[in-house]
């Protein structure tokens, strides 16, 4: 017969383990009195958190497991993969971890900082993958994952791990507090590039857009397209003649049914290329060419 309280108890032993390996994994950094959020050491000049969360702000405080506080600065930000990177005033110790695969049903282990930068940690389960996708913001994310988990708000923009160690990647919300994950794949590409330049660039048209239906008889059968609500002035797509009002079908044959069809064609490598909007104006379908720019910094 085998004796499950001592499964129990050897599973109990590896989750303390982990707890306390995760203590060189993460900090607590400092947002006002009496608040704070997790971030996650990913080497020892970068640590990075949920750039959603965190304030506008030039400068934070750190709090490590061994009660050191260090000073640092922000090194970049990106809304589009909800990373940003703060640089230590001096460089911190770091494990070493080893990015893992997502499988659904496997285990999970996310990690938050209590205000003395010791981990929190937080047991669940993967429950869905998806293929890479486009955030709102137009990054480019490697894959969603997404976990059956209960994370408090100080806990987001911390490491999450699987049952082995291996790094999964960073906590976030999404929509509705759904917990997902940033893949530690996501992480390797945009740090570097925040490091660099602060930013990552990406495409732009300078155009407000919401879902509307399309009119009867319009559109090839397609039923919702993108209305045009605002334009930036001297943006691409003022440029290209488009107006408030416009429903746009398509984007380079793409469809327009929603709004991540479009940010997903505005990335980096789009900087500088023709694409051609089909659009309807006055009963009609008709198309302009537009030329992406680079999305301004405000």
């Given at each position: 017969?085998?004796?499950?309280?001592?499964?129990?108890?050897?599973?109990?032993?590896?989750?303390?383990e982990r707890s306390v390996?995760?203590?060189?994994?993460?900090?607590?950094?400092?947002?006002?009195?009496?608040?704070?959020?997790?971030?996650?050491?990913?080497?020892?000049?970068?640590?990075?958190?949920?750039?959603?969360?965190?304030?506008?702000?030039?400068?934070?405080?750190?709090?490590?497991?061994?009660?050191?506080?260090?000073?640092?600065?922000?090194?970049?930000?990106?809304?589009?993969?909800?990373?940003?990177?703060?640089?230590?005033?001096?460089?911190?110790?770091?494990?070493?971890?080893?990015?893992?695969?997502?499988?659904?049903?496997?285990?999970?282990?996310?990690?938050?900082?209590?205000?003395?930068?010791?981990?929190?940690?937080?047991?669940?389960?993967?429950?869905?993958?998806?293929?890479?996708?486009?955030?709102?913001?137009?990054?480019?994310?490697?894959?969603?994952?997404?976990?059956?988990?209960?994370?408090?708000?100080?806990?987001?923009?911390?490491?999450?791990?699987?049952?082995?160690?291996?790094?999964?990647?960073?906590?976030?919300?999404?929509p509705r507090r759904q917990?997902?994950?940033?893949?530690?794949?996501?992480?390797?590409?945009?740090?570097?590039?925040?490091?660099?330049?602060?930013?990552?660039?990406?495409?732009?048209?300078?155009?407000?857009?919401?879902?509307?239906?399309?009119?009867?008889?319009?559109?090839?059968?397609?039923?919702?397209?993108?209305?045009?609500?605002?334009?930036?002035?001297?943006?691409?797509?003022?440029?290209?003649?488009?107006?408030?009002?416009?429903?746009?079908?398509?984007?380079?044959?793409?469809?327009?049914?929603?709004?991540?069809?479009?940010?997903?064609?505005?990335?980096?490598?789009?900087?500088?290329?023709?694409?051609d909007l089909r659009f309807?104006?006055?009963?009609?379908?008709?198309?302009?060419?537009?030329?992406?720019?680079?999305?301004?910094?405000?």
């Amino acid at each position: 017969m085998v004796d499950r309280t001592n499964i129990l108890a050897q599973f109990s032993s590896a989750l303390v383990e982990r707890s306390v390996a995760a203590n060189s994994a993460i900090a607590a950094i400092r947002l006002r009195e009496g608040r704070h959020m997790t971030g996650m050491l990913w080497r020892p000049d970068a640590v990075i958190t949920s750039e959603q969360s965190l304030p506008e702000r030039e400068e934070f405080e750190l709090v490590t497991a061994d009660g050191s506080a260090i000073k640092a600065k922000m090194a970049g930000r990106d809304p589009g993969t909800n990373l940003a990177v703060l640089k230590p005033e001096r460089p911190l110790s770091v494990a070493t971890a080893i990015p893992a695969a997502s499988h659904v049903g496997a285990l999970a282990i996310a990690f938050g900082a209590d205000a003395g930068g010791t981990a929190t940690p937080r047991l669940g389960v993967v429950n869905a993958i998806g293929p890479e996708w486009h955030s709102s913001h137009g990054g480019r994310i490697e894959q969603r994952v997404e976990l059956d988990i209960d994370l408090a708000r100080r806990e987001e923009g911390g490491p999450v791990f699987d049952a082995s160690g291996g790094l999964l990647g960073m906590s976030t919300f999404g929509p509705r507090r759904q917990v997902i994950i940033i893949p530690a794949a996501t992480i390797e590409r945009v740090v570097p590039i925040l490091f660099k330049d602060g930013r990552v660039s990406r495409g732009w048209l300078g155009v407000g857009l919401r879902p509307v239906a399309v009119p009867e008889g319009l559109g090839d059968g397609q039923s919702s397209g993108l209305m045009v609500m605002s334009l930036a002035a001297g943006g691409p797509a003022a440029n290209a003649g488009i107006v408030a009002g416009d429903i746009v079908l398509s984007v380079d044959g793409v469809s327009a049914r929603r709004m991540r069809n479009i940010t997903a064609r505005l990335g980096t490598d789009s900087i500088g290329r023709t694409i051609d909007l089909r659009f309807i104006r006055g009963g009609l379908v008709t198309s302009r060419q537009a030329m992406i720019t680079e999305r301004p910094n405000s």
